[in-house]
């Protein structure tokens, strides 16, 4: 059973050296003394010795990385459709469903949709581009990518710990999801009428009309009759979808100070979406770059179903015409509210400043065309927000034909209209159980993919910071941030748990967002350079016209943090403590909700002061050193680096500021 196996067989450098290592180990074993003569040569001549080699290499490879990739290391994309699936995927959530289309309607109808794409082109699109150019650069996470300005690596960790607290409420959203896709499995659907699980307060209609008529007798006559006449009394009550929601869904406690017990209904739900969630993620993007070919695509699919089948209902038309038909309402252009909407519509649906565009685009090739792939992400988001609105807009409109009312009575954002509303509406329908599991099955595919990359930023902040250790565990520290995710989200589904969801997605994916993206855009434009910065892009793209960039530059020198600034000031003077219908929280749940925001911005100070003390000189050249890239900043492999970040250019530029240690460090950075 003599059989060679040669080192030909893995010609792969890290393969190599990995085998290096072990030849290395086995000659000081003393167990195989005899055969030290043939580990040297590389060769195994027997069957076990193949056997066991082979099963060493194979043990040792890392799964997340192919024989095709570039990065040896980090890993790539399989391929570019991957990256675009994944990236789509990322950027159209649960908010083009339930926020955008309510948003259109209530600013103007189609008149909204001018502000939209302008801001979309004047700072969605900017900023998309130079996040996903600044990830795929360095081919590092949001941490170590800001080696490149190292006074604001703060940022980074801003990012992944907002990432991280909207990971644990946003798969509790994918829990409620799934709870009602399985309680639309019979017929009727349990919230389609009045069942024996709601209280008296339920009722399809909002009034009880109540009379009382004067009836003649033989010893009354008219003149002396003082009956009352008729009278209707509106009684405040709930609909059977509400109620479901309240009481069966949440079984929701009365505020913030009740928690109650756990809804374990919700808690298998949310272990049930986890459990995928980590299979999804389980061998980083390899694994989920094969998901989002369904993931990211099914959801198009039931829009589609969901537009087609609304259309040919009586009352449609009436929805769409208050979507953006003959009902828009063109004056409210004038009205400032309106394009502040359309600023942070854009700003939150394309998912900047969380870290998960910088995260995907860092396992990118070095070359890749990442100008093309930001416009095909943001145009898609875009368009897939103004999609989804015919297929809501459309059913609302029957709905409303039903109940004899207005649109404005039934149309709503957010958990109202995703689990109160819309589940109502499609009650109404014929086949109603069908429509209603494709609805929140497309609710759940929407909110998993925005998980592949929050849990994504999480496991790849920390094997970039620990590569050494953590490079061949990626699986176990998968593992263990979706336990970890999961434990914390199991105060989310509690009876106060929608208080606590609440609490969180007002306060820490709202203004915090805006804070993170202004210092980002401010430190890359003005402190590392923005003629550095595009520089950096033409290594990757190739060289472009002065023309080319004349927009880019206006928009990242000035026009993105100047709009960025103006809403950051407007959302803080406007804004209205959060509650929860009409449940206010309590002052420490308020109290909490600000500890929560600071907690998430606090980490730039922190690190800026940090790295100040640890450089060296006197004040002005600690901050010289601190605000210049540092050594570790380039591409990630010496392939790529070129003349502009070889060792010799970094040695003499190194030499020369540190000699000219009075140069104002701003102005050097940029012009």
């Not at 009880?208 to 509106?234: G, I, K, L, M, Y």
Request: net charge neutral; proline share 4%.
């Amino acid at each position: 059973m003599n059989a060679v196996c040669t080192v030909s067989q893995y010609t792969h450098s890290l393969k190599f050296k990995r085998f290096v290592t072990y030849t290395e180990k086995l000659q000081n074993n003393s167990l195989l003394q005899p055969h030290r003569d043939i580990i040297k040569d590389f060769k195994c001549v027997t069957f076990f010795n193949c056997f066991f080699y082979k099963g060493f290499a194979l043990s040792q490879q890392d799964s997340h990385i192919n024989d095709g990739d570039e990065n040896d290391v980090r890993g790539n994309w399989t391929n570019k459709r991957e990256y675009i699936l994944s990236m789509i995927g990322y950027a159209v959530g649960l908010g083009n469903v339930w926020r955008f289309p309510y948003l259109t309607y209530k600013n103007g109808g189609a008149a909204f949709l001018i502000p939209y794409f302008i801001m979309l082109v004047v700072a969605g699109i900017p900023l998309f581009f130079l996040e996903s150019s600044f990830g795929q650069f360095c081919s590092q996470g949001p941490i170590y990518a800001w080696r490149a300005v190292p006074i604001l690596q703060g940022v980074g960790f801003s990012m992944l710990v907002v990432n991280s607290l909207v990971s644990i409420y946003y798969n509790v959203i994918i829990a409620y999801s799934l709870f009602y896709m399985f309680a639309s499995f019979q017929s009727p659907l349990p919230w389609s009428s009045c069942l024996s699980w709601v209280d008296t307060n339920c009722n399809i209609t909002t009034t009880v009309s109540t009379s009382n008529r004067c009836q003649d007798s033989a010893n009354s006559t008219r003149e002396n009759d003082t009956c009352s006449p008729s009278t209707t009394t509106v009684i405040p009550t709930q609909s059977p979808s509400e109620q479901y929601w309240d009481q069966v869904v949440l079984q929701r406690s009365s505020g913030l100070d009740e928690t109650g017990s756990i809804v374990w209904r919700l808690a298998l739900c949310l272990l049930l979406a986890m459990s995928i969630l980590a299979a999804a993620v389980i061998k980083g993007i390899k694994s989920s770059g094969k998901v989002v070919y369904f993931t990211a695509t099914f959801p198009y699919v039931v829009i589609l179903i969901l537009v087609i089948r609304g259309v040919t209902l009586e009352g449609a038309a009436d929805g769409i015409q208050f979507y953006i038909g003959s009902q828009s309402n063109f004056s409210k252009l004038a009205e400032a509210e309106v394009w502040k909407d359309a600023a942070t519509q854009t700003f939150y649906s394309l998912s900047i400043g969380w870290g998960g565009v910088m995260t995907l685009a860092s396992y990118n090739k070095f070359h890749n065309n990442i100008f093309l792939d930001s416009f095909v992400v943001t145009l898609a988001n875009a368009g897939t927000s103004v999609f989804a609105g015919f297929a809501i807009f459309s059913i609302l409109g029957h709905m409303a034909y039903v109940y004899g009312k207005n649109i404005g009575e039934v149309a709503e954002d957010g958990f109202g209209l995703v689990f109160i509303v819309y589940p109502d509406a499609l009650s109404k329908l014929p086949i109603a159980p069908l429509w209603s599991v494709l609805f929140f099955f497309m609710l759940f595919t929407l909110g998993l993919d925005s998980q592949f990359a929050g849990i994504e930023v999480i496991t790849t902040c920390l094997i970039d910071g620990f590569p050494k250790i953590l490079q061949s565990r990626r699986t176990l520290i998968t593992l263990v941030t979706c336990v970890v995710i999961f434990l914390l989200g199991l105060p989310c589904v509690t009876q106060a748990g929608i208080y606590w969801v609440t609490l969180m997605d007002q306060f820490v994916a709202s203004w915090v967002l805006l804070v993170i993206v202004l210092v980002e855009i401010i430190g890359i434009s003005y402190i590392y350079g923005g003629n550095r910065f595009i520089e950096d892009i033409e290594m990757m793209i190739g060289n472009k016209s002065f023309s080319f960039w004349l927009w880019w530059r206006a928009c990242w020198f000035f026009i993105t943090p100047c709009l960025i600034a103006v809403v950051l000031v407007w959302s803080l003077a406007t804004f209205v403590p959060p509650s929860y219908g009409t449940v206010e929280f309590p002052a420490w749940g308020l109290a909490l909700g600000w500890c929560m925001a600071v907690f998430c911005i606090v980490w730039i100070p922190i690190v800026a002061v940090y790295k100040l003390i640890r450089a060296e000189g006197n004040a002005l050249q600690r901050l010289q050193s601190v605000c210049r890239p540092s050594e570790e900043w380039h591409p990630y492999l010496e392939i790529h680096r070129g003349e502009r970040y070889s060792e010799e250019h970094c040695c003499h530029k190194n030499t020369v500021n540190q000699s000219d240690a009075d140069t104002n460090v701003i102005s050097n950075s940029w012009l």
